[in-house]
């Protein structure tokens, strides 16, 4: 697969151009990957099967119109730092690992397997890769997502 850098700006930021797979709109800071099943450069949100094909998060200020509609395509960042990208959890705090969660269009904080207490150990953290690290508080409540913070991403790492 090939991503070209659409643009860069500030400090390391890197977009590409998407295609939005999906039915519905998606927004500015929303959680996308590759479709495997298409050539086309459309994304949809992320499932397990697409986790290593993290997209990047769509560019704030971005609003991506329906699969098929006339405004279908967009920025996504891929990395650099991003002000604003959907979260969930019930804290998470800077520096925290973000991971994708399927079917979703937000990102939670990633943990880690139980493991010995040696400390020449490799921390492995759980399904998926992890794509962002967050920039600021996240408080939330409930079942509902949350909010959008600041974060730092970087994806498609090979």
Known sequence: MWSKALSKGGWDNQYTIVKNGE????????????????????????????FQLMAGFIDTGVTLAASGGDKDY?????????????????????????????????VSQATTFAHAASTSEEVVYDEGIVCAVAGGTVLIAGSTFGDKTAAWVRCLKF
Do not use: C
Not at 31 to 43: E, H, I, P, R
């Open 74 to 106: 967009g920025a996504a960042m891929v990395r650099g730092y991003h002000a604003g990208i959907y979260m969930f959890g019930s804290t998470i705090t800077p520096g925290a690992l973000l991971k994708p969660v399927t079917g979703k269009s937000y």
């Open 23 to 50: 039915a519905v709109e998606l927004y500015g800071g929303t959680a996308v990957s590759y479709d495997l099943a298409v050539a086309d450069g459309s994304v949809l949100l992320p499932v397990t099967a697409n």
